[in-house]
């Protein structure tokens, strides 16, 4: 029996979620433009493996100066980004939720209300939490969560003690690490939105579209 681990930015959805987060959230700075490119310089650099998760995380968090309200809004938004291809197959997802799970370095705030139209199980979410202050306003991220350590997704994987063949499907360097640690048996690199080489020299499978995930899925 297999299982779908599947990563969220970049990979269900088209876009890095907390990239977005920045835009909305630093619409009004006159700083703005600088900002985001810094956060999108700090992301590339995490999924480069050039700075540990935690260090890119929280240098991200730091820089989004933002509100609740903000990020429920982008919470919608994120649901109208599914991956084409992902958007194509609705039917297996929901045919299969109790092998499917998501993780992801991202929130599970930003992450839910998309996560809900495939049908993915709240329980096999796999992501971070913001913490709020009590006017609403982002104060950081939820340290003890193992999602926010380093090697966050291996940690969690592993504490899951799943049964089957478990395959990582994903664009970045932390969805590699999955197999590297070898606590999934397969990495499939995921490139429909973006393609990572470093990432993809070291998949087993390379994949441009979410059928050839479902045909590998089924395979005997
Ligand atoms: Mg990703």
């Known amino acids: 029996m297999k299982k779908l681990i599947i990563d969220f930015d970049s990979t269900l959805v088209k876009i890095e979620t907390l990239d977005k987060l920045a835009e909305l959230a630093l ?11 810094e956060i999108k310089r700090i992301t590339e650099m995490g999924m480069n493996g050039e700075i540990t998760f935690p260090e890119s995380l929280e240098r991200r968090i730091s820089l989004i100066n933002t509100h609740k309200d903000i990020v429920e809004s982008l919470a919608r938004l994120i649901k109208e980004e599914l991956s084409d291809s992902v958007l194509d197959n609705l039917d297996f997802f929901m045919k299969n939720r109790n092998d499917i799970f998501i993780i992801s370095g991202g ?18 979410i796999l992501a971070n939490d913001f913490v709020f202050d009590e006017n609403g306003v982002l104060a950081g991220v939820d ?7 380093e090697n966050g997704k291996v940690n969690q994987l592993k504490e899951l003690n799943l049964s089957g063949e478990l395959i990582m499907v994903g664009d970045g360097w932390t969805d590699y690490q999955v197999r590297e640690f070898g606590v999934a048996d397969k990495f499939i690199a995921y490139t429909e939105n973006v393609s990572r080489e ?4 070291k998949a087993d499978i390379v994949v441009d579209n979410f059928n050839e995930v479902i045909g590998y899925f089924y395979k005997k």
């Open 198 to 201: 470093k990432v993809v020299r």
């Open 143 to 149: 340290k003890e969560n193992l999602m926010a350590k």
């Open 107 to 124: 929130f599970k705030d930003l992450i839910f209300p998309t996560a809900e139209i495939l049908g993915v199980y709240p329980k096999n």
């Open 27 to 37: 619409a009004e700075n006159e700083n703005k433009d600088e900002i985001v490119e």
